[in-house]
């Protein structure tokens, strides 16, 4: 079946988000920790290895498992309604796009041989944020960005497959129309279990050891291959394109990347 939808997580995948976002998530989550009387705290480190690809929802309801304390809902809708006006406060000042993704998306939009969208486990409005202070927002019409947060009739996060199952619906696309594009294992988790093809992408990686270590993972995970820059992504869907086979790719280390 001929690839004609294009979807993108967001988070370290079109955006250098992380980082921005974990600092903020960091801290209010040391407060709420220090207020249930919970000694353990978090560096922005720990979260991006832990929990990366989660929404700080997520997070905070994991941790509550984990630790042994709890929140009211009220209380996660406050704190998310905290951390989501820090986080959007700093990625207006901090955030870039992923080296490379801007020519790419312009050259794909440009065709107009495929349907560009976003799914994302973050808000709606941490996601048009991110895309409007990058310059990538022009790339995807207003009812093409999905968020596992807001987009559906209860609020989740990946590794689920709502939100694609969401975006599926609302695109009016069968899975094996789609090609998207994750940086984690969640993202992937919830890829693979909406069934669509799944480009793995760690060029937000920090050193070369980390990016080989996780495109390993996300092969296992389920991916069809692993893009290690933008500049290679057209390549990549050509040969999704020209290929029928579920066989997972290779993790091949690109030259001179350090």
């Known amino acids: 079946m001929k690839i004609k939808y294009l979807l ?3 988070d370290n995948t079109l955006v250098q ?11 209010l989550i040391n407060e709420v920790l220090e207020k249930r009387d919970v000694a353990i705290r978090f560096s922005p480190e720990d979260l991006i290895s832990e929990f990366v690809g989660l929404n700080f929802r997520r997070i905070l309801v994991t941790l ?16 998310n309604a905290i951390q989501e006006d820090r986080v959007v406060a700093n990625i ?58 807001d987009s559906l009739s209860a609020p989740s996060s ?39 093809k799944c480009l793995g992408y760690v060029g937000s990686t920090h050193t070369l050891g980390q990016r080989t270590e996780m495109a390993r993972q996300l092969l296992d995970a389920g991916c069809i291959d692993i893009m290690w820059h933008w500049g290679s992504y057209s390549e990549h869907l050509s040969t999704v394109q020209s290929q029928d086979s579920d066989e997972p790719g290779r993790v091949k280390q690109p030259q001179g990347t350090n």
Not at 17 to 27: F, L, M, Q, R, T
């Open 17 to 27: 988000s992380e980082d921005v976002a974990s600092e903020i998530c960091c801290e």
């Open 64 to 79: 509550q498992q984990q630790l042994g304390f709890e929140l009211s809902e009220g209380e996660l809708k406050a704190y």
């Open 158 to 196: 990946k590794p689920d497959p709502g939100v694609y199952l969401h975006a599926l619906e609302k695109l009016g696309a069968q899975a094996g129309e789609c090609l998207t594009v994750e940086d984690s294992m969640s993202g992937v988790g919830a890829a693979v279990g909406a069934k669509l």
């Open 92 to 149: 207006e000042a901090k955030i870039q796009p992923c080296p490379g993704v801007t020519e790419t998306l312009a050259g794909l939009h440009q065709s107009d041989d495929f349907i560009l969208a976003v799914a994302s486990s973050s808000s709606l409005r941490r996601i048009r944020t991110c895309l409007r202070v990058t310059g990538l927002i022009k790339y995807f019409d207003g009812d093409k960005i999905f968020s596992a947060s």
């Open 8 to 10: 993108f997580d967001c």
